[in-house]
Every structure is written in structure tokens, then in C-alpha cells.
């Protein structure tokens, strides 16, 4: 447990990482599609905050998404020699994926974008738009994507006929060609 704990903080370390690089030395718009739509409204597009910071930028995150990989990495041998069955492994990397998900509502959500000065220090044009009145912009999302993908729900939307789940199961054609055009490539 203390692992997957660690593992965990890891990879809200490495969330973090990737906000700053995206936010404060990359500054690229593009990176800004989940926020409040006030707030993208009122960003406009900025200039390199120094030599180089575009490249430092990309650096930290491609760092920041090796840890992640690496995180789940460690937690997959570390299982193996701890002799983690399926189950403990399910549980394992669910636990980590809630807790990062917390961590992006409580920490992302409510201190950095509602009340905190993070955003507006590198956005000052955001300042008038950001207040605890954005908190929760994307809780109907949030709360959707977390329950509509949880284990204990998947067979309940398959039996329902939901779409979602449906078509992301390729046809056995299509599955075919795609194990094909993987062992032509290799």
C-alpha cells in the first residue's frame, strides 16, 4: 500500500510538471481545450517569456510523461515481485488513477484555477474571469468519466447498448487488418 501510495504522489508530481511546463514556459493556447470556457476566452497568445522557455517547456513535459509511464512502470514489476494477482493489480493502479484524480479537483480545480494566483501570474488577463464561482466547471464531466469507466459499471452500460463502450470494440475484420499491418510493420 505504501508503494501505490508513493506511486501516486508521483504521478500528481508529474501532473504538476506537466501544468507548468504547458502553462508557464510553453504558453501555447492549444493547451488550454478542459479549461473554463471564460478563460479561454480572455488568453491570447504570448510571446517566449525568455530564451529558450519554449524548449525548457517541452523538456519538462516529455520528463513529466516519463514519469508517468514510469510510475506505472514500478508499480507493475513491484507487483510482480511482491506476487500481485490480477485483482491487487486492478486495485492498484484504480487506487493511483483516484487519487490523481482527486488531486487534479482539489489541487488543479479548486486552489491553482479558483483561488490561487497561479494562473493569473503568467495570464494577467485572467485575473477578472478566474473566482471560486468557476469551481466545479467540469464536475458533470468529471463525475461521468469516473463512473461511466469504473469495472463495477462497464457490463451494466454494455447491457444497456450505450455507445460508448460499443463502438470503441473494433469489428473482428477490422481487428484483423489492424494485427496485419502490425506484423507486416515489424
Known amino acids: 500500500m505504501l508503494v501505490t501510495i508513493l506511486l501516486s504522489a508521483a504521478l500528481m508530481a508529474a501532473l504538476f510538471l506537466l501544468l507548468y511546463a504547458g502553462v508557464a514556459l510553453i504558453q501555447d493556447n492549444r493547451f488550454f481545450g478542459s479549461a473554463p470556457k471564460e478563460v479561454r476566452d480572455v488568453i491570447r497568445e504570448k510571446p517566449e517569456r525568455f530564451p529558450g ?83 466545479g466547471f467540469n464536475k458533470k464531466n468529471a463525475y461521468r468519466a469516473s463512473c461511466d469507466h469504473h469495472p463495477a459499471v462497464a457490463p451494466a452500460r454494455v447491457d444497456r447498448g450505450d455507445d460508448i463502450l460499443i463502438n470503441s470494440i473494433p469489428e473482428p475484420r477490422t481487428r484483423l487488418r489492424i494485427f496485419h499491418d502490425i506484423r507486416a510493420a515489424v
Open 53 to 135: 522557455a519554449h524548449l525548457l517547456g517541452w523538456i519538462l513535459g516529455v520528463l513529466a510523461i516519463l514519469i508517468f509511464i514510469a510510475a506505472f512502470a514500478v508499480g507493475m514489476i513491484e507487483g510482480g515481485n511482491s506476487g500481485f494477482t490480477f485483482p491487487r493489480y486492478a486495485l492498484r493502479f484504480a487506487l493511483m488513477l483516484y487519487l490523481l484524480k482527486a488531486f487534479d479537483i482539489i489541487v488543479f480545480d479548486r486552489i491553482l484555477l479558483c483561488g490561487g494566483r497561479f494562473f493569473p501570474r503568467y495570464y494577467p488577463e485572467c485575473a477578472s474571469v478566474l473566482g471560486k464561482h468557476l469551481f
